[in-house]
């Protein structure tokens, strides 16, 4: 037992940024100004400055506000007027609008002619589009818009690539006051439908197709159903990707953003819903979350201009497709000056390290991807640094699941030593970080490096008490400004609450677990709903996933504990190899050997299976609960939602395991 006058060693870290590096960070500056303007710490670094920005929230915020010149049309009468969860109010009185935001740039006569987007697709050559010419589409949009009648409120939508028509349109929407929601072209008919039928869109906005691992998919029939199945529609704008004329009864994309038109900005309300995004709906239809034009600007300014180190000079390349949270995330990129680099194709064409390419091509300062694609370059013995030229790449980011040791490690040794690894974690429900990136702290292997600011984050045991150290539920016990304003549809406010508030009333319990560090990081363990509980010991998925993933012969996993009716537990771990792997005793009791000597002997599989595949929501995380309830002997079709799943298929895999249990 170590006591206070000794207290434990501290983990080495695995980078940490020099003098330089901590004195030219925006956060640095941030902290110097906010101890001048509002009391903030002057010294202490990021950790006072955590601890400042939770106990005086609404100077924070109010702080956040002035140093990023948001500009208020109207005044707000408070910061914070009420801060219950759900239902805090934030700023009532003021009114903006984040597309004025989000162009200020092109006002600037010295910055209007540079990028404002790169758009590169499988060809990976970079398309620039400046900021006067973003500006004025957005502004030629936005008009006609207004001429088919669209009104603050009203529900814009897009079936779309991540190609800058899309950029333009979600611009175009918030700046009429319109709501903004997208669909990946990848999704079927049925995936947004379940999407789109619940929030009654008056426009589409949709292609012909879109282009994906080399080939062409044509999209005209799924738009069609759509048309058929959307009776709200006044209008649809067809964006010819692939060429082809537009069909009959809808509009020309070139046609409703070739008029000289000065962009008009609604001001509306801080609440003022800005987008609708969607739950994976793995067993159900997907929750439709609405978030503020004032909230998402606020918490966008401050992860992106202040954790993210991003500002006029920066390139901003996330790979994500306009079905995941994280391409409304790279979109506000522009809010910091920002050059923002969409991608619209694979991940892995022509080959895995296609992302590292991209990244060079366009001059990525701040590179964000996947944890799974971490870890495949690494199975696929992927060396960026070698190969490409990414002198310009300050730092990578990676989200969608927790990067294990090996992913850190890996990018240390081949992208560059001294580089910046952010792992992040946060949420569709807050479009948002509530754990990740600080430019001015250090890398340790396998950890998040702090709770972002204005975010008080904690691990709570079963009994709602604060533990350090120790695995618990992630929850968040102050309201942040990104916070759903409402779920669509749902007039009581039931399933909102239900969702993250019926464990801890009050306070937001997210789903994760995780640890709190001594020295101040944050580990997830994956999601809490999934725990495996043998013996009293919880552990999340992602700690099996990472040790057995990083055995060659694997190429992905899915573990499950189910609780037995006759009180026993059967753990089962799922396995899908990689090519000219075979699952003999041999790989059996390597998998196990890995799972006892660096995890925990209660944790090893009662049995392990090989698998054809493992299912994912189509946002691309593993699916788990709901093969957990057909394992338990619920049927299919009650287990889960059909249109949430990338391969339906595979989850009759599962469905056939649990019959020859049952």
Known sequence: MTSAANPAPQPVPLWQPDSDRIAAARITRFQAWAAERYGAPAEGGYPALHRWS????????????????????????????????????????????????????????????????????????????????????????????????????????????????????????????????????????????????????????????????????????????????????????????????????????????????????????????LWVLYSSGTTGLPKAIVQSQGGILLEHFKQLGLHCDLGPEDRFFWYTSTGWMMWNFLVSGLLTGTTVVLYDGSPGYPDTAAQWGVAERTGATLFGTSAAYVMACRKAEVHPGHDFDLSRVKGVATTGSPLPPDGFRWLHDEVRED???????????????????????????????????????????????????????????????????????????????????????????????????????????????????????????????????RLQEVRESLVIGLEEPDGGYWMPLFVHLTEGAVLDEALRTKIKQAIREQLSPRHVPDEIIEAPGVPHTLTGKRIEVPVKRLLQGTALDKAVNPGSVDNLDLLRFYEDIARKRG
């Open 419 to 549: 580089l910046w690894i952010a792992s992040v974690s946060g949420g569709t429900d807050v479009c948002s970080c509530f754990a990740g990136a600080v430019p001015t702290l250090p890398v340790h292997i396998g950890e998040l490096q702090a709770p972002c600011l204005g975010t008080d984050l904690q691990a709570w045991d079963a009994q709602g008490r604060p533990v350090i150290g120790e695995v618990g539920e992630l929850v968040v016990t102050n309201p942040m400004p990104s916070m759903p304003i409402r779920f669509w549809n749902d007039p009581d406010g039931s399933r909102y609450r239900d969702s993250y508030f019926d464990m801890f009333p009050g306070v937001w319990r997210h789903g994760d677990w995780i640890t709190l560090t001594d020295h101040g990081s944050v580990i997830i363990h994956g999601r809490s709903d999934s725990t495996l509980n043998r013996q009293g010991v919880r552990m999340g998925s992602a700690d099996i996933y990472e040790v057995v993933e």
């Open 54 to 273: 939770v106990a005086e929230l609404d100077t924070f915020w109010q702080a956040v506000a002035d140093w990023f010149d948001i500009r208020f049309s109207s005044p707000y009468t408070a910061v914070l007027a009420d801060r219950t969860m759900p239902g805090a109010q934030w700023f009532p009185g003021a009114t903006l609008n984040y597309a004025e935001h989000a162009l200020r740039t092109a006002e600037d006569p010295a910055r209007a002619g540079d990028p404002a987007l790169l758009h590169v697709d499988e060809t990976h050559a970079p398309v620039e589009i400046s900021w006067s010419a973003l500006r004025a589409q957005v502004g030629s949009l936005a008009a006609q818009l207004r001429a088919l009648g669209v009104r603050p409120g009203d529900r814009v939508s897009g079936y779309l690539p991540n190609v800058p028509q899309a950029v333009t349109a979600l611009l175009a929407s918030a700046a009429v006051g319109a709501v903004w929601t997208s669909c990946a072209p990848d999704f079927g008919a049925r995936s947004v439908l379940d999407r789109f039928q619940q929030v009654e869109p008056v426009v589409l906005f949709t292609v012909d197709g879109y282009r994906y691992g080399g080939k062409e998919h044509d999209r005209t029939d799924v738009v069609a159903e759509l048309r058929r199945e959307l009776p709200t529609l006044r209008a649809v704008v067809h964006i010819p990707l692939l060429g082809t004329p537009a069909p009959e009864g809808t509009l020309e994309w070139s046609a409703l953003t070739s008029d000289e038109v000065e962009p008009v900005f609604e001001q509306v309300p801080f609440d003022h819903p």
